[in-house]
Each structure stands twice: as structure tokens, then as C-alpha cells.
């Protein structure tokens, strides 16, 4: 029997904190992991933060909600591995620049 190893994606919260804490309740927090590395402690509020600077540096994946700071260029130049940002709210408007590039937008729907 062969075991396939998939690599999870880095992946950083970028959302004010009691969005996380009402969006992810333990189990959530528990997928999330199973499927992705990072710390979903860390709730980055400010790209340009020292104390959070090594995740955004690191993220592949950018999981937003309400909250979440612009993502301007000088945000992005932080930032050079992203390749998603999933966010978790209605609109983009406040936090995607002209500098994220193009924007696919999809919509997804969880059941209950």
C-alpha cells in the first residue's frame, strides 16, 4: 500500500479577532488544521506588525473576514508566497487594491 503525503498550504487569518472566535468554534479550528499549517491563534491585523511580520511572510493562503487590513502594495511586498485569499464575508470591497490584481470571485455556501 502506498501513502501519498500532501503538503498543506501555509495559511494565515487576517480578520479582527472576535470575527475568528465567531466564525471558527473549535471544530472548525480543528478542519482548518487538518488541512492547512499555520497557527489559527494568530489573527493578523496589521500586515506591517513586527509581531505577526514571519506569518504573512510565509502565507499561501490568506483566509479573510471582516477586519481584515488592505491588501495594498506595500501589504503585498510582505507578502510573497499568497495564492489564494478565501474570505470569509460578503464583500472585498475594503480590503482588495488595484495592487491584488484581478479578483475571481466565487461563491461558496456551507451547509449546515
Given at each position: 500500500m502506498t501513502v501519498l503525503?500532501?503538503?498543506?498550504?501555509?495559511t494565515v487569518l487576517a480578520m479582527d479577532l472576535p470575527v475568528?472566535?465567531?466564525?471558527?468554534d473549535a471544530a472548525a479550528l480543528n478542519r482548518l488544521t487538518a488541512v492547512a499549517d499555520g497557527d489559527?491563534?494568530?489573527?493578523?491585523r496589521?500586515?506591517?506588525d513586527p509581531a505577526v511580520a514571519g506569518a504573512p511572510a510565509r502565507a499561501e493562503v490568506l483566509l479573510t473576514g471582516w477586519g481584515c487590513p488592505p491588501l495594498t502594495a506595500e501589504a503585498l511586498a510582505r507578502m510573497p508566497r499568497p495564492?489564494?485569499?478565501?474570505h470569509a464575508a460578503g464583500s472585498v470591497k475594503h480590503h482588495i487594491t488595484e495592487a491584488a490584481?484581478?479578483?475571481?470571485?466565487e461563491h461558496l455556501t456551507r451547509s449546515a
Open positions: 503525503s500532501v503538503r498543506r498550504p501555509v475568528r472566535e465567531a466564525l471558527f489559527p491563534s494568530l489573527v493578523v496589521d500586515f506591517a495564492r489564494t485569499v478565501v490584481g484581478p479578483v475571481r470571485a
